[in-house]
């Protein structure tokens, strides 16, 4: 998954801020991807520490932080780390 560069954002929350707010992104949209693809994409958007770590209030993010992000459906059951 990771060598596709696929747009987290697109395909785990169904919007991409890039294309809302620039109308261009570099990452794909048009793949359809299945549940085991969508939890690969997961695994893979986590890899990415949080600039705010903690301190990150942001509901919809997608890197690895201490917080576990329940209002999303697609997440499921998240192991946070150090619990």
């Known amino acids: 998954m990771k060598g596709r560069k696929l747009c987290n954002a697109f395909h785990l929350l169904g919007r991409c801020p890039y294309m809302a707010k620039f109308g261009n ?13 969508l939890v690969a994409l997961r695994a893979v958007a986590r ?28 997440w499921g059951s998240v192991v946070v780390p150090g619990e």
């Open 25 to 37: 992104c570099d990452h794909g949209h048009s793949a359809t991807l299945n549940n085991d693809q």
């Open 47 to 74: 890899m990415k520490r949080c600039k705010k770590g903690r301190a990150c209030k942001n509901t919809e993010c997608l890197c690895f932080e201490d917080v576990v992000v329940e209002s999303l459906s697609l």
